[in-house]
Each structure stands twice: as structure tokens, then as C-alpha cells.
């Protein structure tokens, strides 16, 4: 059941051991009823979330979804404040969150392949432990329409910047854009997912 507000404050002192812990405010700037998750939650509105106001990640990271079922657009939220939606997405399509889950983050490596075909075919690029703001900086020119993951967890974004849809990769193979939750081959920029445990001072923080 949702709880009433307590002071975001008081509520990170109170984080304990815990792996993952993340609380939803149903008001902007941690006003309002909330709610406290350790774990993952296919449906906020069948938990009492009637709406997602603010979030306040103690121990991260997450993954948010505009609808339930973790289905529809994504959104990463690393340890931090995100005292309103446009904190955690530009994309400027929705400010639901209907689910979130936990992001497993299990290595300080980081190796992705993004391929400009599916099944990994065409044109490639290769990035390791680095953020990449514009593939096309890099002189990568193409669409994502497939990717390897061979270590750590990595978030694509839609446009140069890290700025549009976000698209979570997590270790393993996507063959074409739907696994990773694409309608169109778009990728332009990909950053490292961070956690505390392997990251102390590498959290990253979206620009105002």
C-alpha cells in the first residue's frame, strides 16, 4: 500500500543492505503519497500508485516502463533524484510509469556491438568501457538494428546526446530492433550503465 510522504531525506537514512530500493512519489519534488519498492513491480497502479509524480532511487539502478507489464517506452533511473518526468526522459512523448524493475549490474566491464542489420550483419561498431555521445563523432553513419552485449549494462539513446527514446541492453543478443524495445534502427548515442557497488563516483547525472 502507498504510505504517506515522509522527507526524501530521512528515507535515504533509512536504506539499510538493501540490493535495490527505489520510492515513488505521486507528486513532483517527493510530495504526496509513496510508495517503496525493493523489487520489481509489473503494475504501480495495482500497488496503490495511482500516478508517478517524482522518484528517489537509494539503490539502483532501475528500469521504468510507460506502461505495465514492462511493456512501451523506457526509462533508466541510476542513484539519485528525479524530482519531476522530464528529469528522467525528453523524449516529450508520455510521462507515465506503469512498472519498474531492478537492473541487474554484475561486472565493471563494459563491451557492447551495435550492427547496422539484423542478425549482426553490416557495418559495425565496437565500444569498450567508454560513453560514445555521438556515433556520429566516431564516423559511424548507420542505423542499430541489432546488438551483442558481451559485458556490463548499457543504455542507447534515439538521438546524438543522449537525448530521445532510451533503449536498456542488458548482457546477451538482440537480432533485430524489437528486442530492445525499437520501433525504428535508431541509435545515435550509448552510455554505460552505472551501480554504486562497482561505480562509487561514476552515477550519471541527466542534464537539466
Known amino acids: 500500500m502507498a504510505t504517506d510522504h515522509q522527507n526524501p531525506a530521512s528515507k535515504q537514512q533509512q536504506s539499510g543492505s538493501s540490493a535495490f530500493k527505489l520510492i515513488v512519489y505521486e507528486q513532483e519534488n517527493f510530495q504526496g503519497r509513496c510508495h517503496e519498492l525493493t523489487g520489481p513491480c509489473n503494475n504501480l497502479q495495482e500497488a496503490g500508485v495511482e500516478k508517478v509524480g517524482s522518484i528517489l532511487v537509494l539503490c539502483g539502478p532501475w528500469v521504468g516502463y510507460e506502461q505495465p507489464g514492462c511493456k512501451g517506452e523506457q526509462y533508466v533511473f541510476e542513484k539519485g533524484e528525479y524530482p519531476r518526468w522530464d ?122
Open 87 to 208: 528529469s528522467w526522459t525528453n523524449s516529450r512523448r508520455s510521462d507515465s510509469i506503469f512498472a519498474l524493475r531492478p537492473i541487474a549490474v554484475d561486472s565493471q566491464e563494459h563491451k557492447i556491438v551495435l550492427y547496422e542489420s539484423p542478425s549482426f550483419a553490416g557495418k559495425k561498431i565496437e565500444i569498450v568501457d567508454d560513453d560514445v555521445p555521438s556515433f556520429h563523432a566516431h564516423g559511424y553513419h548507420e542505423k542499430v538494428s541489432s546488438a551483442r552485449v558481451q559485458s556490463g549494462t548499457w543504455v542507447g539513446y534515439q538521438y546524438p546526446g543522449y537525448r530521445g527514446y532510451q533503449y536498456l541492453f542488458e548482457k546477451g543478443e538482440y537480432k533485430d530492433n524489437c528486442d530492445f524495445g525499437a520501433q525504428q534502427a535508431q541509435i545515435q548515442s550509448v552510455r554505460r550503465v552505472r551501480d554504486m557497488q562497482w561505480h562509487q563516483r561514476g552515477a550519471f547525472h541527466p542534464a537539466v
